[in-house]
């Protein structure tokens, strides 16, 4: 009889500790409402794992935070892939500490179904994000729940909620049950005008870097037109013209593969929006 029980008993990293030191060879079936993953075993070392978009070690810290859910370990199921490298104490360590951490994160982020939003920010000044909280913000349109945009981004649930979390903390970000309905709350379904300007600054500092002496009159033309377009109400479609307009003028006035360069190192800003918003 193959052994199965509920997470919300015995912590996943509890179970594979388990298992483990029997030498066992087999897979962890996990199900947590729709989502479905799964864990291998060789002789007691994890191998394999996947779940959703993910896979090898950040699918099983993925799973290893799950609060919820039933598991079953079938033995004798393999995998043909190997995507684990690390040892199973290095693994349940990581996953430990991840544990711990989503248990701060779960404070201000119950579930991952509740629906991130803008909060208004007037009259406060030009947000700063890193690359990948760029990338978060571009996916977040006041619709898509947490799990929604990291399966858009392929990015574990954790790691979008950390993220978050700093967003939410410095009131850029509020969260929402999905069945609200948005107007007249003060959702703000896409970027704010702030977090788009300070998409088109960084956009306008890399064409620069990028064009050298020159080219600056062009892109300052450019930058100039999507702010105007950004203060008065412009969305995310003024920023994709912004990129277009500047590879066109990049490509113009240093030849094609400068303006590939271009296009190069703004894609980490722009986090896949066109791909995000069809």
């Not at 079936?29 to 959703?52: C, N, P, R, S, Y």
Request: proline share 4%.
């Amino acid at each position: 009889m193959a052994l199965q029980g509920s997470l919300s008993e015995l912590s996943l990293p509890d179970v594979i500790q388990l298992v483990s030191v029997s030498g066992k060879s087999g897979a962890f079936h996990l199900v947590k409402g729709e989502e479905q993953g799964k864990i291998f075993l060789k002789d007691g070392q994890i191998i394999d794992a996947f779940i959703g978009n993910l896979r090898g070690e950040t699918a099983v810290y993925e799973m290893a935070i799950w609060s919820s859910g039933d598991f079953s370990f079938e033995p004798g199921e393999t995998s043909a892939e190997v995507t684990v490298q690390r040892s199973n104490a290095n693994l349940m360590m990581e996953a430990a500490r991840r544990l711990d951490e989503w248990r701060v994160l779960s404070r201000r982020i119950p579930s991952l179904d509740l629906v991130p939003f803008f909060s208004p920010r007037e009259g406060q000044d030009q947000v700063t994000l890193s690359p990948q909280e760029w990338i978060l913000v571009t996916h977040v349109d006041g619709h898509r729940s947490i799990e929604d945009v990291a399966t858009i981004l392929r990015w574990s649930a954790f790691d979008v909620s950390k993220l978050l979390f700093g967003m939410i903390t410095s009131g850029l970000v509020g969260l929402r049950e999905p069945q609200e309905e948005q107007g007249g709350g003060g959702f703000q379904a896409g970027p704010s005008p702030i977090t788009l300007l300070g998409l088109a600054e960084k956009i306008r500092t890399v064409a620069i870097d990028v064009v050298g002496p020159g080219g600056e009159k062009t892109i300052e033309k450019q930058y100039g037109g999507a702010c105007t377009s950004i203060e008065q109400g412009g969305d995310l479609g003024v920023i994709r013209e912004m990129v277009t307009q500047n590879s066109k003028a990049i490509s113009l006035l240093k030849g094609a593969e400068v303006a590939a360069m271009f296009d190069e190192q703004v894609r980490p800003l722009l986090g896949g929006i066109d791909e995000g918003s069809s």
